[in-house]
C-alpha cells in the first residue's frame, strides 16, 4: 500500500504479484481477492469479481472476530471468507479479504480423499503382492530346512517341490537334491566299505589259518606242505599290502602327499615306466602302444609318484581287458601349458551310473567288485597325486570298446 493525494491505496503491480504467488503454489482454486480500508471500501479487486451488488464490502464481515467465516453471498453461493489485518504503525489500515466457493473446496477435499484412498489401495495391494511373492519364496525354503533336517537324522525319504519360477530357489532346491542324492550314495558306499573292508581282510586270514593248520596237523608233507605255506605267504602277502594301503591314503588324506619334484624330459621317463610295466606284465593276448612326442618336452614332477599313478592306470586297463586287448599311452600337448598323457584301453567301458563316482574313496565298481581284489583306493589316490605335482587325472571318455583316461600337468617353462 502507498499514500497518494492523502490516500491509502495499493502499489502498482499488485495483480502480477498475486498471479506470481499463485503460481508458486500451484493451486487449482479460483479466489475472489479484496483490499479493502478500515471502511469496507475497496481499494483494489484484481480480478475484478465483485459478488456484492452495493460494491462496498460488508463492514459487518470485517469486525466478526473469526478470520475465517462461512456465509452466504448475495448470488445465493455458500463460500468461505478469510480475512487478514493490514496493519502500518499498531494501526488497522485495512484488510485483505479472500473468498472462495465452498464447492470448490469440497471438491477439493473429495480430490484429496480420493488421492488418499489410491495411496492406501496401492499400499494394500503393494502388501498383498509382497505377502504373496514372499509365501512363494519361503514355501519351498521351509521344505528345503525340512529336508535338512531328514538327512541329519539320515532319512532320504522326503520330496521337494519341482516347478519352482525363482531361479535362485529352483537352483537352491534343485542343488540341495544332489547333494542329499550323493549324501545318499556316499552312505550306501560307507556300507559297503564296512562290508568290503572286511570280507578283503577276512579272506586271506581264512585261507592261511586253514592251510597252516593242514600242515600243522601232517594233513599234507613235503611238496605239498611247502606250496601251502608259501600260498600262506602270498596271502600274508597281499593282506599287508592292503593294510598299508588303506593306512596310507588315511595319512594322505589327513596331511598333504608328499612329492619330490624335479625336471625330467616327459619322453625319456614315460618310455622307462612303460618297459618296466610291460616287462612285468608280458602276457600274449595283450598289446601295449606307446605315442610320444616328436620334440623333447620337459616337466617338473616326482618320478617315482608319477610312476605310480601310470602303474595304477596300466593296472585298471589290464583288468578292464581281462589279459585280452590292446592298451595305448599318448602324450601330447593340450597346449602350451598342459602336456597330458592319455591311457587309453578297448574293454567293456564304465557303466554310465559309475562314471561320477570312480574317484571316491572305496568305491568298487559292480564288475570289479568280483573280479578283483582291493580297497578301491587306486584312482582316489592317483588322482591326489596328481593334484599335489599341480596336475590332475580325470575321465575323458568311456563307452563300450573306448575307456580313457587322462592324467594332466604343467609344462615346464624355460627361464631366460
Do not use: C
Request: glycine share 6%; aromatic share 6%; no cysteine.
Amino acid at each position: 500500500m502507498e499514500e497518494q493525494s492523502g490516500e491509502t491505496v495499493p502499489r502498482e503491480g499488485v495483480l502480477e504479484y498475486i498471479r506470481e504467488r499463485q503460481k508458486i503454489l500451484d493451486t487449482e482454486l479460483d479466489p475472489i481477492i479484496y483490499i479493502v480500508d478500515s471502511n469496507g471500501r475497496v481499494l483494489s479487486n484484481p480480478f475484478e469479481r465483485d459478488p456484492f451488488t452495493s460494491g462496498v464490502f460488508p463492514v459487518g464481515i470485517l469486525e466478526n472476530e473469526n478470520d475465517v467465516q462461512r456465509v452466504k453471498l448475495e448470488t445465493g453461493e455458500e463460500s468461505y471468507i478469510v480475512k487478514t489485518p493490514i496493519q502500518t504503525e499498531g494501526v488497522t489500515a485495512g484488510w485483505v479479504v479472500v473468498i472462495q466457493s465452498a464447492n470448490q473446496l469440497t471438491q477439493m477435499n473429495q480430490e484429496f480423499r480420493l488421492l488418499a484412498t489410491l495411496l492406501v489401495s496401492l499400499a494394500l495391494i503393494g502388501w498383498a503382492t509382497i505377502y504373496v511373492l514372499t509365501r512363494r519364496l519361503s514355501r519351498p525354503i521351509q521344505d528345503v530346512a525340512t529336508a535338512a533336517r531328514h538327512v541329519q537324522e539320515q532319512d532320504y525319504d522326503f520330496s521337494l517341490p519341482a516347478n519352482i519360477k525363482e531361479k535362485e530357489v529352483h537352483e537352491l532346491v534343485h542343488s540341495f537334491k544332489e547333494m542329499s542324492g550323493r549324501l545318499q550314495e556316499l552312505e550306501r558306499l560307507r556300507s559297503e566299505l564296512l562290508a568290503g573292508v572286511t570280507h578283503e581282510l577276512k579272506t586271506p586270514v581264512t585261507s592261511m589259518t586253514g592251510l597252516i593248520q593242514a600242515v600243522r596237523d601232517d594233513v599234507v608233507s613235503g611238496e605239498e606242505a611247502k606250496e601251502f605255506l608259501d600260498v600262506s605267504l602270498s596271502e600274508a602277502n597281499r593282506m599287508k599290502t592292503m593294510v598299508a594301503d588303506l593306512l596310507e591314503f588315511n595319512s594322505f588324506v589327513a596331511y598333504s602327499i608328499p612329492v619330490s619334484k624335479d625336471h625330467h624330459n616327459m619322453n625319456t621317463l614315460l618310455k622307462e615306466i612303460i618297459h618296466q610295466w610291460e616287462v612285468a606284465n608280458d602276457e600274449e593276448g595283450l598289446i601295449l602302444e606307446s605315442y610320444l612326442l616328436e620334440e623333447e618336452v620337459d616337466a617338473e614332477v616326482d618320478a617315482m609318484r608319477m610312476q605310480q599313478v601310470l602303474v595304477n592306470l596300466l593296472n585298471n586297463a589290464k583288468q578292464a581287458l581281462k589279459g585280452n586287448g590292446t592298451i595305448a599311452v599318448s602324450l601330447y600337448k593340450k597346449d602350451s601349458y598342459i602336456l597330458g598323457i592319455d591311457v587309453e584301453d578297448n574293454g567293456g567301458g564304465i557303466a554310465e551310473e559309475e562314471k561320477t563316482l570312480i574317484f571316491e574313496r572305496f568305491f568298487r565298481g559292480e564288475n570289479k567288485k568280483y573280479d578283483t581284489h582291493g580297497l578301491g583306493l587306486g584312482l582316489p589316490f592317483s588322482k591326489m597325486i596328481a593334484r599335489s605335482m599341480d596336475g590332475d587325472l580325470v575321465l575323458k571318455e568311456s563307452r563300450p570298446g573306448k575307456t580313457i583316461f587322462t592324467l594332466e600337468f604343467p609344462i615346464l617353462k624355460n627361464e631366460e
